[in-house]
């Protein structure tokens, strides 16, 4: 446990940066009087708590305290119980430059690796959030079979494996490095698949999702992310283990890392 | 008119033409003279052989000292490779290759070269930009240098290409960074000052020479010269949107000499945290200097004479405007802040930073508590705070003028006496990069 003691007298008592203005002695005459008085009652203790919760309180603001997500926006993704390698391969991909988010970089830009691994096992271990089913009301019926269609069987003309070959059945991730989907926002869906088609986000060579969405329209990018986006979760559902013996359909080079 | 009449009017504008000529030649000596055209004319150091041991670690040593991977390495490329980008307000530059790759490294290069390189700015093909930083690097001594080209040239060779620089005319000929030199640039050797300790002098080689600490904590005079008038008194980061806090006696009256060295080596301290260039700076260079070093550079900086502070770049808030954003300010900052800042701005030992008298804060320039409550933080990882605590954004949640309020409660409550922060001000920071 870490533990501060705040030691109001001592500061007090320092040298102000401007000792000549009067009213700036008398302001630090009453500070100095309220601080003996303080340290005379009773010893003021902030403790910090030495908890991962505490320690990423910048992270929570957008992503929630245990990763749930926040209710004011539901743009930034949900983290929790998401594979541990996939969410630390996604820090030091914004570390490196290969995930752009300026937000992201800034703030992972000097953490070390064992932080990194850390803070991704932190929200691994968090039990799962999701974003409840979106609407599919007023969505076309071609629109939604062709997002199914690609989710559960891909589309063979156009080399594209289905969804759920590798993101699991339900698409609720493969441990340890294939994220869960179910559960996730259109927008933030179809952001995601649009920089991997545009080549904003890039992983590891052989960079798979590349070279699965590049022989996506953009029309077929809105339909996958509004059928994922209109899936349910559940609380039972977790990711598939990693020895689980089906083969998947590519190589990536995240899975090797 | 009559011939000797005409060469009557000729003699003075001869004499003001070879004045001319005499304060050009002049300025030319005093910028560095023949070594700067000529390579040949630079003096040969002592002989030192490249692959001694205790050179190449003592180089190391120096190199991490000076930051030089902050700038000649970009994410993901070789070490020492450069290729990072660096906009300023004259145009785009990319550091080089320092590896010993022959064609696009230092590789062809000898001791001599990179001394004249460090000392006088010029390297084999010519005239260095002052991104550089060869106005401190001038200070080092020829054996530091030596020992850094040893470091360097026992590096793996990496062939990446230079990226060529993008620079509007007149900045694109390399001739024209002569006229400025002429002007600001002097080739210098520390010299310790007799009256002080070897700790403080040592703080001080550090501090003007490989630190280049002034780069970023000096204001900024015509054509991003660094006049000494304005030395470690405070200064707006070239194109980076962050102010580097004044380095002085007035400054760094609060911060012990540990306090300082705390921050340099891990990140933290009592009295602040590194975040921004900052965090840059201590996480690839400052975090590996010595105890010994560290302290020296704290001892130098507590007493760095208080020159004149920076003009203000300030957006005028009236006075009944100021009261507005406080009261509203106050409110927020119960709400949002003082879980871990406290209610009276002294923060919570290392993992929070004070606010009530913390020079970032209360700097002349608002924009670090803009930009802070914007975008967060995190302390670097450094052996001495491995797992940082960390402070959330607010842009995404807050507008400019409940950010305006914090930062006018902020810089203005106990005991602080800053300027007022308006909403136009916050505006300005949407986009810059991070």
Redesign the interface.
């Known amino acids: 446990m870490e533990t501060t003691q705040l030691p109001h007298a001592a500061r007090a008592a320092s040298p102000t940066r401007r000792p000549g203005r009067p009213e700036s002695w008398a302001a630090w005459l009453i500070v100095a009087i309220l601080g003996v008085f303080g340290a005379g009652g009773k010893a003021v203790a902030a403790e910090v708590p030495d908890t991962m919760e505490q320690r990423l309180m910048g992270c929570a603001a957008c992503h929630g305290v245990h990763g749930e997500g926040v209710a004011y926006n539901q743009f930034y993704p949900r983290l929790s119980g998401k594979s541990a390698d996939y969410l630390y391969h996604q820090l030091k991909a914004f570390k490196d430059g290969q995930r752009r988010y300026t937000q992201m970089v800034y703030l992972v830009r000097f953490m070390d690796d064992a932080y990194m691994r850390e803070v991704a096992d932190y929200y691994a271990r968090q039990a799962p959030h999701y974003e409840p089913p979106a609407s599919t009301e007023g969505i076309a019926p071609a629109v939604l079979q062709r997002g199914q269609a690609l989710v559960e069987q891909g589309d063979a003309q156009l080399g594209v494996p289905a969804c759920a070959a590798c993101h699991g059945t339900r698409l609720e991730g493969r441990d340890p490095a294939i994220p869960r989907l179910v559960g996730m926002s259109r927008s933030y869906l179809t952001a995601q698949l649009g920089g991997w088609k545009n080549g904003a986000r890039q992983a590891v060579a052989p960079d798979c999702m590349h070279e699965v969405v590049d022989r996506l329209s953009t029309a077929d990018i809105e339909a996958v992310g509004i059928w994922i986006a209109s899936r349910p979760g559940s609380d039972t559902l977790q990711a598939e283990p990693a020895s689980a013996t089906q083969k998947l359909p590519l190589v990536c080079g995240s899975m090797q890392q | 008119m009559s011939k000797s009449s005409k060469r009557y009017w000729l003699w003075p504008l001869l004499a003001i033409v070879l004045a001319g000529l005499i304060v050009a030649a002049w300025l030319f000596v005093r910028q560095g003279g023949l070594p700067t055209l000529i390579a040949s004319r630079v003096g040969s150091g002592s002989p030192v052989n490249l692959k001694d041991p205790a050179l190449i670690a003592r180089g190391r040593y120096l190199a991490l000292a000076g930051d030089c991977v902050a700038c000649h390495t ?3 490329g070789d070490l020492y490779a450069g290729g990072l980008e660096f906009v300023t307000p004259f145009g785009t530059l990319y550091s080089t290759n320092i590896t010993p790759d022959k064609n696009n490294g230092i590789g062809s290069w000898t001791a001599d070269d990179f001394w004249r390189v460090m000392h006088y700015g010029v390297s084999p093909r010519g005239f260095l930009y002052p991104a550089f930083p060869f106005t401190n690097f001038t200070n080092l001594s020829r054996e530091d240098s030596d020992a850094i080209f040893a470091y360097l040239m026992s590096r793996p060779a990496s062939s990446q290409p230079n990226s060529q620089n993008r620079m509007p005319f007149p900045f694109n000929m390399r001739f024209a960074v002569l006229g400025w030199r002429m002007l600001y640039f002097r080739p210098a050797e520390f010299r310790p000052d007799p009256s002080q300790g070897a700790e403080w002098n040592r703080g001080k080689y550090l501090v003007d020479g490989l630190g280049h600490c002034n780069m970023c904590h000096s204001g900024r005079g015509p054509l991003a010269s660094l006049p000494a008038s304005r030395y470690l008194s405070g200064g707006e980061v070239v194109g980076q949107g962050w102010y580097g806090p004044a380095l002085n006696q ?1 400054g760094l ?2 911060w012990s000499v540990e306090d300082i060295a705390a921050l340099l080596r891990t ?1 933290v301290s009592p009295k602040g945290a590194a975040y921004g260039p900052m ?2 700076a ?2 690839h260079s400052l975090q590996y200097l010595t105890a010994t070093d560290a302290k020296a550079i704290a001892t130098y900086v507590k007493t760095v004479p208080t020159k004149e502070p920076p003009e203000l770049v300030s957006i005028a808030v009236n006075a009944a405007e100021t009261e507005q954003l406080m009261a509203e300010g106050e409110a927020l900052y119960r709400k949002e802040c003082a879980d ?1 800042h ?1 209610p009276n701005g ?1 923060g ?5 930073p004070p606010l ?2 913390n020079g970032s804060v ?1 700097a002349g320039n608002s924009m670090n508590v803009i930009r802070i409550i914007q ?7 450094t052996d001495g705070n ?9 842009g ?2 807050l507008t400019d003028r409940e950010i305006a309020a914090l930062a006018t409660y902020i810089r203005r409550s106990w ?1 602080n ?1 800053a300027s007022a922060v308006s909403p136009a001000q916050v505006a300005k920071y949407h986009g810059v ?2």
């Open positions: 970009v994410p993901r007035e009256a609060q990140g965090a840059d201590v996480f871990c406290q002294e919570s030992g290392l993992a929070y009530a008298g209360t975008a967060g933080a995190v302390a670097p990882s491995p797992r940082p605590y960390s402070m959330p954004p607010f995404q949640r005991g006496r990069p991070l």
